[in-house]
């Protein structure tokens, strides 16, 4: 039994190994990094979370959605409401929240289907300039303007001396959350990644390069397509309840158009149709407004005038040269850029490849 | 009786802003089936370059061409930097790209201009007139005109002038309108000039009323949007229309309906989105959608 795990190990795909990496880097990096840091890249491991949900829609199903962020809200106003209502543990509300806001995405995907890709687009994305405002109006159930808080739980007596057993210090609210954060994203990518390999992920992407052929080799066009929906407004769910249980409150300016956008930007920069994709574009979405609005106030050369404006314009500026460079050189995104990176190297280092079509030679450990 | 027709001709008024900018989406939509998600904000930055022209001492009526001719000397400069490059690219791409426009223009605005909302001058007073007992406000009448003289210029060009036809031609069939001589992609910055042209008469006509900062034409755009879609997105005439049903309809839905009042508006505007997508989805003036299998 040993052995064959071994084994196993031993030959698995080289994916797999930077898997397993990847996996320890997230489960070891918060004993090393401040609480308030962990709480960052608790918010990123979030935006990655609701950007698998977004890839899941756009990247395989083709369909375009700008109003993730009204998804994300209704997730975190769901799991605020029952734990401010109801004094129900925050951790039970979360599939609630992802389950409910699934729901709706569905109901949401049956008169989508009428639209083309752009009518989509330009309704989800009025969809998600007006959530803010609909928000703000039941006051009584959501708090109105000055929103909902939502108290921090602490680490369970379990979680609290297995972590000062490996670290030594004490854990700290900040770091139970990161890791249930990490846990659902963990569960949450291996899902999409199984969905994308299997009957409904073909079928999505069937739909995707082609409606016409699709349906007429059987796939059912209107079930895929709502299905996508859902799947992708659970994701957004989950991520909207973990997002308000991460930053200790939600209200109506936490979800902002500019959400949503961010939620595209990361799609786009890790790469549609991908699975690492949207880690890695979730970690550029988050970090490069936050580092280029650090990054100017720092250069003390520049007047105050300058580095205060750059500081609020700078995210925008930003993301929307990220975007258009990207949509013009990269439309594959960091995923693509790597793999092509990976292609190139290995084409180099084998030698003999096909220079007109790229292909590799084969592998020599397979044959 | 009096409140409502008040009510009808500032509707016209604030609908005759949105069928501007409605248009200007209609044109690009007609020149390569895309829905400039930028344009608000294209129109926000013209806006802007004609309050600078205007602080510096130049008089509002030098200052509203003047902008207009540097509108579409930037639609087209924008059109051929940003959009050019993936002019044949699939329709998801050319959305982002179109966000990321908006995006980076609305941030640019900021660095330029700053944040602080800034209180911008029309040309016309606020004393309002006595028409048959109806009060109507100069302002109202003043964005009235200038919008109609906009919409007849422009009907003008683009069905009377040779330009037009050769516009309209390379937007209706690219192909042939190549064979027969007409530069089609230098067509698609003509009309992404126009657009915005057209847009920043929306924007500078907006700006008294809002307060001119870099996210005053976030709603706008949604307005844009509704009487788009409410007039079919192919169907200029469609956009104006559209613009003054939902130009109307906000007013009137703030003012009678209960509970809605000036910040649900907009949800008023999405729900017409949305109704109009769902029961007629071609709009008002636009043809059925024929698909090639």
Redesign the interface.
């Known amino acids: 039994m040993a052995r064959s795990v071994l084994e196993r190990a031993r030959t698995a795909p080289p994916r797999y190994w930077l898997v397993g990496l990847v996996v320890i880097f997230f489960l070891g990096f918060p004993t090393v990094i401040s609480s308030f840091l962990a709480s960052e890249w608790t918010q990123a491991l979030v935006l990655a979370i609701a950007i698998m949900g977004l890839n899941i829609l756009?990247g395989y199903s083709?369909q375009?959605s700008?109003g993730h962020g009204a998804l994300m809200a209704l997730g975190a106003y769901t799991s605020a409401i029952i734990v401010h209502d109801y004094q129900v543990d925050y951790l039970v509300t979360i599939p609630i929240a992802g389950l409910l806001t699934g729901g709706i995405g569905f109901l949401f995907g049956i008169?989508a289907l009428?639209?083309?890709?752009?009518?989509l687009?330009?309704?989800t994305?009025?969809?998600a300039?007006?959530t803010p405002?609909?928000i703000?109006?039941p006051a009584g159930l959501t708090g109105g303007v000055q929103g909902i808080l939502v108290p921090q739980p602490d680490p369970p007596a379990l979680a609290s001396s297995a972590y000062s057993a490996v670290t030594g210090t004490a854990m700290t609210s900040e770091q139970w959350i990161y890791y249930i954060t990490l846990f659902c994203a963990l569960v949450l990518f291996w899902l999409a990644w199984n969905l994308v390999r299997h009957r409904p992920g073909r079928a999505m992407r069937a739909i995707r390069d082609g409606e016409?052929a699709a349906a007429a080799s059987g796939i059912n066009i209107a079930g895929y397509k709502t299905l996508a929906f859902a799947i992708s407004a659970f994701y957004a769910g989950v991520a909207g309840s973990l997002f308000g249980l991460t930053i200790g409150f939600v209200s109506p300016d936490t979800f902002p158009?500019a959400l949503s956008?961010q939620l595209?930007?990361g799609a786009?920069i890790g790469g549609l149709a991908s699975i690492p994709g949207p880690l890695l574009g979730a970690i550029f979405a988050y970090f490069l407004p936050i580092e280029s609005s650090q990054w100017v106030p720092s250069q003390t050369w520049l007047p105050d005038q300058i580095t205060s404006?750059?500081k609020?314009?700078?995210?925008?500026?930003?993301?929307?040269?990220?975007?258009?460079l990207l949509?013009?050189f990269a439309?594959t995104g960091l995923v693509g850029l790597l793999t092509r990176g990976y292609a190139a190297l290995n084409r180099r280092l084998r030698g003999a490849g096909d220079r007109e079509t790229g292909h590799l030679p084969p592998d020599p450990q397979t044959v | 009786m009096q409140e409502l027709f008040q009510l009808l001709v500032s509707g016209i008024a604030t609908g005759g802003i949105f069928a501007s900018l409605a248009l200007a989406l209609v044109l690009i939509y007609n020149a390569m089936g895309l829905v400039n998600f930028a344009q608000g904000e294209m129109a926000m930055f013209a806006t802007f370059i004609a309050y600078a022209l205007i602080q510096r001492g130049m008089s509002y009526w030098i200052a509203f061409p003047v902008t207009l001719v540097l509108a579409f000397a930037g639609g087209i400069l924008v059109q051929r930097v940003v959009i050019r490059p993936v002019e044949r690219a699939p329709i998801l791409t050319l959305v982002i790209i179109t966000l990321g426009l908006a995006t980076l223009v609305n941030g640019l605005a900021g660095f330029l201009f700053g944040y602080v909302p800034r209180s911008f001058p029309s040309p016309f007073s606020a004393q309002t007139v006595d028409l048959l007992g109806v009060f109507i406000s100069y302002r109202d009448l003043g964005v009235i005109a200038v919008s109609g003289v906009v919409l007849l210029v422009l009907y003008l060009l683009l069905q009377r002038t040779t330009v037009g036809l050769t516009l309209r031609a390379a937007a209706f069939h690219p192909e042939a309108s190549r064979l027969l001589g007409v530069q089609v992609s230098w067509m698609l910055a003509l009309g992404w000039g126009l657009a915005s042209a057209v847009g920043a008469v929306s924007g500078i006509m907006v700006a008294p009323i809002l307060l001119l900062e870099p996210n005053m034409m976030q709603t706008i755009i949604i307005y844009a949007f509704a009487a788009a879609v409410l007039g079919g997105i192919e169907s200029p005439l469609g956009a104006v229309v559209g613009g003054l049903i939902v130009g109307v309809t906000i007013n009137l839905a703030g003012a009678y309906i209960p509970h809605v009042g000036g910040d649900l508006q907009l949800a008023v505007g999405l729900a017409i989105i949305i109704l109009a997508l769902l029961l007629k989805p071609n709009g008002l003036f636009g043809r059925a959608a024929v698909r090639r299998v």
């Open positions: 756009v083709g375009l700008l008169p009428r639209l083309s890709a752009l009518y687009a330009l309704a994305f009025a969809l300039v007006v405002s609909l703000k109006r016409v158009v956008i595209l930007v786009v404006t750059v609020n314009a700078g995210p925008a500026v930003s993301y929307g040269v990220v975007l258009i949509m013009i439309p």
